[in-house]
């Protein structure tokens, strides 16, 4: 069974552009997460999909976005990028069968360097 | 606010010793995810522990949920390079864990030299 896949695995963008990244669930997975991770503030809670609907929401600002396709595909989207967007991006996938906890299974994650 | 606290944040120690990674919060959680991250890999979940008092074993790892559901510990018995890597603890939150919503510690980075 195929894991998460993240695209692209690097990238490096300039202050001011944006950056779209995307994720694959495991098959079958209909929870999509996404994480910020950076040595000063450790992995940070982005946001949450579920059926196309965006279910919970971390404090950051509305530069970053996100949206979940009827495959359970998510891309996030974060615009006019700053240097301290810099971080390892992480997107992690769960079935959501109801019961109190279900497995979060992580991608690799895409390094976003912003110069 | 960072509301699990995990200690130490760095740890290097020689192969065979063991050792014990603490993860503290003032908050409840309905369940302490313990991962292990390498460089340029995603978290991998080691562990999931829901019940107060809770032990769970995985070989040369014990994991521990505190009675009160507020802190957990992870202890690695004769440490061995292979287990180099850096440690999370996530507290899930709610009845469901309300999804993906996470909430993890700054992470324990281990070296084992052999």
């Known amino acids: 069974k195929a894991g998460v896949t993240q695209t692209p695995r690097y990238l490096i963008k300039t202050r001011g552009q944006q950056v779209t990244l995307s994720c694959s669930p495991i098959s079958g997975h209909r929870s999509v997460s996404w994480y910020q991770q950076t040595p000063g503030q450790g992995l940070q809670f982005l946001f949450e999909?579920?059926?196309?609907?965006?279910?919970n929401k971390g404090n950051f600002p509305g530069r970053f976005s996100g949206r979940q396709f009827s495959n359970s595909r998510s891309e996030m989207n974060v615009s006019t990028l700053e240097l301290g967007d810099s971080a390892l991006y992480l997107c992690?996938?769960?079935?959501?069968?109801?019961?109190?906890?279900?497995?979060?299974?992580f991608g690799p994650g895409t390094r976003l360097t912003v110069l | 606010t960072q509301l699990l606290e995990q200690s130490p944040q760095f740890l290097s120690i020689q192969e065979g010793e063991n050792l014990t990674v603490y993860c503290n919060s003032s908050?409840?959680?309905?369940?302490l995810q313990w991962y292990r991250q390498e460089p340029g890999e995603g978290p991998v979940l080691l562990v999931t522990?829901?019940?107060?008092?809770e032990v769970k074993k995985l070989k040369r790892l014990t994991f521990q949920f505190g009675d009160a559901r507020k802190d957990s510990s992870l202890h690695i018995t004769a440490a061995q390079p292979g287990d180099t890597g850096l440690y999370l603890c996530?507290?899930?939150?709610?009845?469901?864990?309300?999804?993906?919503?996470?909430?993890f510690g700054q992470g324990t980075e281990l070296s084992v030299k052999p």
């Open positions: 992690a996938s769960s079935r959501l069968t109801g019961a109190p906890v279900d497995t979060q299974y």
């Open positions: 996530a507290g899930g939150r709610g009845i469901y864990n309300q999804g993906g919503k996470l909430i």
């Open positions: 522990v829901v019940t107060g008092g």
């Open positions: 908050s409840v959680f309905s369940s």
């Open positions: 999909y579920f059926s196309e609907t965006q279910r």
